[in-house]
Nanobody, 131 residues
Framework: QVQLVASGGGSVQPGGSLRLSCAAS????????IGWHRQAPGKEREGISL????????YYADSVKGRFTISRDNAKNTVYLQMNSLKPEDTADYYC????????????????????????WGPGTQVTVSA
């Protein structure tokens, strides 16, 4: 069975940090793309980051670039999203998603948007940023 279990969410003050984890089971992180998108009430879903498990290439939405870092640990079959300098507008449910390789040769923004069509295979984790 394929599962992607997202965890690590919580409530923090603006400027704080969180590290989200995505633990994969039923497959290994050696031939797929793993990413994150988020959903806030009343807002459109937003793709935020993606990592290629084959070569480690990373991609970010402009809204999080410079603040968020996606990484992987193939030995643990886990992908991480380190979130620094959090803002109230980062408040959302965050979903870990997977998709196939190879990735097309398109812009970074277009690559990140692909996460919106990837399968989540599990529930998200809630992030709340407020004073």
């Amino acid at each position: 069975q394929v599962q992607l279990v997202a965890s690590g969410g919580g409530s923090v003050q603006p400027g704080g940090s969180l590290r989200l984890s995505c633990a994969a089971s039923g497959f290994t992180l050696d031939n797929c793309a793993i990413g994150w998108h988020r959903q806030a009430p009343g807002k459109e879903r937003e793709g935020i980051s993606l990592i290629s498990s084959s070569d480690g290439s990373t991609y970010y939405a402009d809204s999080v670039k410079g603040r968020f870092t996606i990484s992987r640990d193939n030995a643990k079959n886990t992908v991480y999203l380190q979130m620094n300098s959090l803002k109230p507008e980062d408040t959302a449910d965050y979903y870990c998603v997977m998709g196939p390789l190879p990735l097309p040769r398109i812009s970074e923004a277009a690559i990140v948007r692909l996460t919106l069509d990837f399968g989540s295979w599990g529930p998200g984790t809630q992030v709340t940023v407020s004073a």
